[in-house]
């Protein structure tokens, strides 16, 4: 069977070489007799690979040494009350920009532990832009500064960082995790659930200075606290095996094939831009979001009929093209195109777009 041109928006499409490198292996890794599905997370064989991931992903991002790279589970929604048993812990105060949906939900799950300040929202545009930062407004003694970097719903992306000062910058990047450098020192804390640039779902990256970590909440479940899988490398309890082989698969072909972040980049604005420059000249379909803030990896679109649209998302999946239908908040279209997707695979939907623009005006 042929595959399809995935444009969901998580779980994702994962690069080709990495599906067929983890089938090869799957019913013997590497000599060891056994799936990596199957092997003790205690074994030096698994030991070894988890090393590598997390080796891997400090390369490539450039982490430094004095920041914790934790594989956990529950997802980047864990992070939302994660971060604030862990850091919201001397002034009890902190900082947030609604920027969408998932920076909303950070808020109103920190806002349980601590004061919460919304410092800016574009909600009144539902959300097609950055809003711009009044440094005047930023709680002094803030314990941290949350953003949303990517917004994967809404389609924008921050391309300049606020500057918070002493206040530790906190980032949720979990659809644009490695589409590009990122300055990691710039930050106290990044996170990401990997299912849309990295991994099958199930791991959550945490990249955490190393003085945040200790000094969580009381009542802190075991299990919330950075400082136990910290201590223990990731591996407190049973990580999950799999997904962090299939993401070391993953970052090998970042690293190997594409040749960096930087490069990454590269990629992803050629490609981006296919899509944006149809969407700027054509008569039917146009981007919702404001021209500076676009993100590479989620671009949302539109025509002016409800009909037109539904026509479309049905024919494009009947020709190969799928999971192209908008969130429910925005409706439309949505092309999420992470580090996977192919050019041609953008290119071929660019070509398709035109010819059903032709045939329906
Ligand atoms: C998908 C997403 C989330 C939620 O991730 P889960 O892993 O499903 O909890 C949070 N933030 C952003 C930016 C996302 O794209």
Not at 62 to 68: F, G, L, M, V
Not at 80 to 93: A, D, E, Q
Request: with cysteine; net charge negative; proline share 4%.
């Amino acid at each position: 069977m042929a595959r399809v041109y995935n444009f969901s928006a998580g779980p994702s499409v994962l690069p080709e070489k990495v599906l067929k490198t983890a089938a090869d292996e799957m019913f013997d890794y590497k000599g060891s007799g056994q799936s990596v599905m199957e092997m003790s997370h205690r074994s030096k064989v698994y030991d070894s690979i988890i090393k590598e991931a997390e080796s891997l992903l400090r390369e490539i991002m450039n982490i430094p040494d004095n920041y914790k790279v934790l594989f956990l589970q529950g997802g980047a929604w864990s992070q939302f009350s994660m971060i604030p048993m862990n850091l919201m812990t001397k002034s009890g105060k902190a900082d947030y920009v609604v920027t969408g949906q998932w920076a909303n939900k950070a808020q109103q799950e920190a806002s349980r532990y601590g004061e919460v300040n919304v410092v800016a929202s574009s909600k009144d545009k539902t959300f097609n832009y950055i809003p711009k930062l009044d440094p005047s407004k930023f709680t002094k003694d803030a314990d941290y500064f949350h953003i949303c970097i990517n917004n994967t719903i809404y389609g924008t992306c921050y391309h300049e960082l606020p500057d918070t000062g002493d206040v530790p910058l906190v980032g949720d990047i979990s659809s644009c995790i490695c589409s590009e450098p990122i300055d990691v020192t710039k930050f106290g804390l990044l996170y990401a659930g990997a299912q849309k640039n990295l991994a099958p779902a199930g791991v959550t990256i945490v990249i955490v200075r190393e003085d945040l970590i200790g000094n969580a909440m009381d009542f802190t479940p075991t299990m919330y606290n950075y400082k136990t899988h910290a201590d223990n490398d990731s591996m407190f309890n049973t990580p999950p095996c799999y997904t962090i082989y299939v993401m070391k698969l993953v970052l090998e072909w970042i690293k190997n094939d594409i040749g960096g972040l930087e490069k990454m980049k590269e990629r992803n604005i050629k490609k981006a831009n296919i899509l944006y420059d149809f969407l700027d000249n054509s008569k039917m379909f146009r981007g919702t979001v404001v021209k500076e803030d676009r993100s590479l990896m989620n671009v949302p679109f539109v025509t002016d009929s409800e009909e037109l649209n539904t026509k479309f998302i049905k024919e494009a999946e009947a020709n190969g093209f799928v999971n192209l239908k908008g969130h429910r908040s925005v409706g439309g279209m949505r092309a999420s195109i992470y580090n996977a997707m192919p050019i041609e695979g953008v290119e071929k939907l660019v070509e398709f777009m035109r010819k059903f623009e032709e045939e329906n005006s």
